[in-house]
């Protein structure tokens, strides 16, 4: 998959992934019979796999399903859940949901961007944490509430999330 199929007349060539990894994605286009009514769980797939969906990535799928490059940008873009840049190891997703906010979700957020130097929606440099605001987790009895990775952790204080994030390795 070298030369560009589709119409965003872009260059396909794939410099930071390796041919061993470009292999994993011919095996999920292939696993989905290279469809393009597959698009969405071969982006799944593939997120789950690599993390993200950065541009190489999303035109080599392209080329493999036979679309234009520019209608997988339009859904990777358009469904929040999958992401274009890495993530971190860990990612924390402070509620804002109405129960939460009135509860001190914002001081929890400008805690955290102070503590992590990040801002929201951004990646510690270690790559261990990714800050994200989201909405209602369905733990308002616990507000303020805060998910790192899977787990929830309620009435979080500031005085208490840094606390919280060091446990995680
Ligand atoms: S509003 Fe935060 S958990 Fe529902």
Do not use: W
């Not at 957020?109 to 605001?133: H, N, P, Q, R, Y």
């Not at 507000?143 to 005085?159: I, R």
Request: a negative charge.
């Amino acid at each position: 998959m070298s030369e560009c199929k589709c119409t965003c007349n872009q260059d396909t060539e794939i410099e930071v992934f390796l041919p061993e990894q470009l292999a994993q994605i011919d095996a999920i286009v292939a696993k989905y019979g290279a469809k393009p009514n597959y698009l969405i769980p071969i982006l799944k797939e593939t997120q789950e796999t690599f993390g993200y969906l950065p541009a190489q990535l999303q035109r080599y799928i392209a080329v493999g399903i036979n679309v234009p490059a520019s209608h997988i940008f339009g859904v990777v873009t358009f469904y929040a859940f999958f992401n274009t840049v890495p993530r971190g190891k860990h990612l924390i997703k402070v509620c804002t949901g109405t129960a939460c906010y009135v509860k001190g979700a914002m001081e929890l957020i400008v805690k955290i961007e102070s503590e992590l130097g990040i801002k929201v929606g951004e990646t510690t440099e270690d790559k261990k944490f990714t800050l994200e605001a989201v909405r209602c987790i369905g733990a308002c009895g616990l507000a303020p509430a805060v998910l790192v990775g899977e787990d929830t952790h309620g009435m979080v204080t500031p005085g208490k999330i840094m606390d919280i994030l060091r446990r995680y390795e």
